[in-house]
Nanobody, 120 residues
Framework: QVHLVESGGGLVQAGGSLRLSCAASGSIFSLNAMGWYRQAPGPQRELVADITSGGKTSYGNSVKDRFTISRDNAKNTVYLQMNSLKAEDTAVYYC??????????????WGQGTQVTVSS
């Protein structure tokens, strides 16, 4: 079993910053991609950013040049630094990780979500 625990969400004024963290623990043999999606009210979950174990990053168009994703492989932790926040960044942010477990199977795991609210 693998668990992802997110932290760092909250309420911030437009133009402000927040830093999200997500730590993976449990039966982890190897971690590949880790990243963040977000979901505002509505059915679709949007990619925010992800990062491979080698450090290659990708970002959603709406957050490029404002958000920065990073990871600490020794701690199985991924971070999302969010700057210049806008009201439209308000959403629940979900962390995910692609994990190779002890049974040698890759699976994607998700965190419980953390609310980010940006007031205008």
């Amino acid at each position: 079993q693998v668990h992802l625990v997110e932290s760092g969400g909250g309420l911030v004024q437009a133009g402000g910053s927040l830093r999200l963290s997500c730590a993976a623990s449990g039966s982890i043999f190897s971690l590949n991609a880790m990243g963040w999606y977000r979901q505002a009210p509505g059915p679709q979950r949007e990619l925010v950013a992800d990062i491979t174990s080698g450090g290659k990053t990708s970002y959603g168009n709406s957050v490029k040049d404002r958000f920065t994703i990073s990871r600490d492989n020794a701690k199985n932790t991924v971070y999302l630094q969010m700057n210049s926040l806008k009201a439209e960044d308000t959403a629940v942010y979900y962390c995910y990780a692609s994990v190779l477990s002890g049974d040698h199977r890759w699976r994607d795991y998700w965190g419980q979500g953390t609310q980010v609210t940006v007031s205008s």
